[in-house]
Structure formats: structure tokens, C-alpha cells
């Protein structure tokens, strides 16, 4: 066997090895990583707990809050020793993947002793490069699965940060709304994007609104702060929130938590660097390795009909028997985000546009 062409068939790395204790991790994030209300904190949480685990200390780590200008930053981490950097925010790629110029892969191409980690979408094929996407739409299918099960109104709610421009946003209540009509023809799924990252009036108001005035009495979002559950609790309404946002030992009304732990992905990443065994193949990560989880249903307010079809469901989505949609994310305006799938040849079956893509009963308030 010629052990070049294997090493070369599991993405091996070139230049000097790398071992935990000479790993610099350069880190690029578009939001403030500190603050809790944003999806950043929840990322370098992430790497946080990674890193601890791994014994890589934080003086191994630089961190960079940017919104343009990514090209001359990660040239800057490059400068400074970085041996990873990773790209937290599909704007990243976006920015720097285009047809007249893709400074991206010429900054991987000319830099092959640096590991890059990118969130989103590539298809380079190159040796020291991956890209990757968290299929949190999986849990938020589950998610609709047991709003489905559990309404009485026959009125549900996604509050996205986001509308149809964004795709994130939009895969999510797309994946719920699947999973609700999956199980409830006759629900109606109502969205109301919060349209910015941070609303203290808003989120509360649009939850108020659509428990009162819609009569939803299941609520699900993807916000990062607590208002939006602590207001549907308030109410005595049952949510189903995001990374244990707004649940304490006191809430009665959480279904259960989605949760996101980039953890899980970036332990494997770094020892997969360190071991020489590094892929360069796109990465989606899901319920199957454990980056997307969900807590345990509270058998106080789901019952055991609801529990049983939600854990079916799971149990297809980790063995692959089942897949809510493995395909290309476009926003509004037709640029793709993310290839989901990984391929490079799309139908237009398999774009999600809008929120109305399956011809639900998916009502924009």
C-alpha cells in the first residue's frame, strides 16, 4: 500500500506537526464571542470547552471581532503564528468566495502549514481546509414534531431573528413547520422575524401578540436572550427554547431546550489535526455526532404520545433513515449560503426560498 496516497485520502495535513501544545487558534467571529446574545457566545463556548478539554491554554488562542476586511485579518492571524483559524459566520465566505477573485483559497492555497476551518460552504478539495455547518434545522424538526402533537389551538409560533433574507433563519422555520404538518395537517405555523439581533420590546411584544392575538399556544424560537420563553412562561404557554435560553429551576412551561455545542465538532478537529488525520471533506454536523442535541422532554407537559413520536423521529434522523432536507440554503436574493449537501450540482427542487417553499399553512406576522 502506498501510504502517500493514503495519508493524502484522509486529508493529511503538510508542514510541521502540530501538537496540542504548539497549536495557535486564531478565531474569527462577526459578533461580539462575549456577549451572551449573540450566536458568537455560543460558539466560543464552544471552543472554550474544546480547548479545555484538549489542555490548550487561552494564551493559544486570538480572537478577532471584525464585519469586513476579513481577507487582511486572517493574513494578520497567519502573521502571528496561527496554525488553525477558523471562520465562524457564513458572511465570511461569502465575502471572500466570489467569481472574479477568491482571496479565500488563495490565502489556503499559499499557507498549507495552517489549518482553516470555515464555517459554511467550499468545495476546494484542498488538503488543509474543511468547511462546516451545524443541522440545528434537525432539532427544530423534532422541535415541530412536538408542537405539532401538543397544540389545542391549532396555532404554533417560530420567532426567528431573521426573515426570508436569511437563510439560517429561514431553514429553521422550514424545519419546523415540516415537522409540524408531518404530524398536524390542520396546524397553522405563524413566524414573526425579529428582523434585528437584539429587541428588548420586541421580543417580548411579538411573543405577547402571538399567544393573545394568533391564540399560538406553542411557542418556538432561535433568540438569544431570554425574553421571548420568560414571556410565554408569564403566560403559561408551552415553548420550546434554544441552548437552555430563559429555563431555570423554576420554569414549568419549557418543553425542552435545543442546543447547539461546537464543543463536540472542534474536539474532534483538533485531534484529528494533532493525529495527522485531519478531512478535508465538508462536515455536517448534527444529532448523529452530537454538535445538535436535545434535552429530554418534560414529561410534566408533553405526553407520552408526543415523547414516543419525538424520539422515533430522532432515532431515524441519527441513523440517516430519516432527512429533513439535505440541500442548498438560498436567501431572497438568490446567492447561496450554504450547500448543505456538500455537492456542487443543484435542482431547483431543492432550494428553500421563501418560508411558504412546501405550501404549508406558514403564516409571516
Given amino acids: 500500500i502506498n501510504l502517500l496516497v493514503v495519508f493524502a485520502a484522509c486529508g493529511k495535513i503538510g508542514g510541521n506537526k502540530v501538537e496540542y501544545g504548539t497549536m495557535k487558534i486564531g478565531v474569527i467571529y462577526t459578533k461580539d464571542y462575549s456577549k451572551s446574545f449573540y450566536y458568537a457566545y455560543s460558539f466560543d463556548q464552544g471552543l472554550v470547552k474544546a480547548c479545555k478539554d484538549a489542555g490548550i491554554s487561552e494564551k493559544q ?16 492571524l497567519i502573521e502571528r503564528g496561527c496554525n488553525v483559524i477558523i471562520t465562524t459566520d457564513t458572511s465570511i465566505i461569502d465575502s471572500l468566495v466570489t467569481k472574479e477573485k477568491d482571496s ?5 492555497t499559499n499557507n498549507k502549514n495552517v489549518t482553516f476551518l470555515n464555517y459554511g460552504f467550499t468545495d476546494y478539495n484542498l488538503d488543509n481546509q474543511s468547511s462546516f ?21 391549532n396555532a404554533v409560533a417560530f420567532i426567528p431573528t431573521y426573515g426570508t433574507s436569511d437563510s439560517f433563519s429561514t431553514c429553521l422555520v422550514n424545519a419546523f413547520a415540516v415537522g409540524v404538518h408531518s404530524v398536524n395537517k390542520d396546524a397553522e405555523v405563524f413566524t414573526s422575524p425579529l428582523n434585528t439581533e437584539m429587541d428588548l420590546v420586541l ?50 412551561m419549557n418543553m425542552f431546550s435545543v442546543n447547539t455545542d461546537w464543543s463536540v465538532f472542534l474536539n474532534a478537529q483538533f485531534k484529528s489535526i494533532v493525529e495527522k488525520s485531519f478531512s478535508s471533506k465538508h462536515k455536517m454536523c448534527g444529532l448523529s455526532d452530537g454538535t445538535v442535541s436535545i434535552t429530554a422532554p418534560n414529561t410534566a407537559i408533553c405526553d407520552k404520545k408526543t415523547i414516543e413520536a419525538f424520539n422515533a423521529a430522532k432515532k431515524k434522523l441519527i441513523s440517516g433513515e430519516l432527512e429533513v432536507f439535505e440541500m442548498v440554503v438560498y436567501d431572497s436574493f438568490g446567492r447561496t ?29
Fill in 133 to 153: 455547518y451545524a443541522k440545528i434545522y434537525e432539532a427544530q424538526y423534532l422541535a415541530g414534531i412536538a408542537a405539532g402533537m401538543k397544540t389545542k389551538t
Fill in 104 to 108: 479565500l483559497k488563495q490565502l489556503i
Fill in 61 to 76: 488562542i486570538i480572537r478577532m471581532n471584525i464585519n469586513k476586511n476579513y481577507a487582511d485579518e486572517i493574513a494578520s
Fill in 337 to 365: 449560503l450554504v450547500a448543505a449537501s456538500g455537492g456542487s450540482t443543484y435542482s431547483n427542487d431543492d432550494l428553500i426560498n421563501h418560508f411558504d417553499k412546501y405550501n404549508f399553512n406558514v403564516t409571516m406576522v
Fill in 203 to 252: 421580543e417580548k411584544s411579538k411573543t405577547e401578540g402571538l399567544i393573545d392575538e394568533k391564540k399560538c399556544d406553542v411557542i418556538a424560537h432561535s433568540l438569544c436572550t431570554e425574553l421571548c420563553p420568560n414571556a410565554a412562561e408569564a403566560k403559561g404557554v408551552a415553548f420550546i427554547t434554544y441552548n437552555g435560553i430563559g429555563v431555570t429551576n423554576e420554569t414549568k
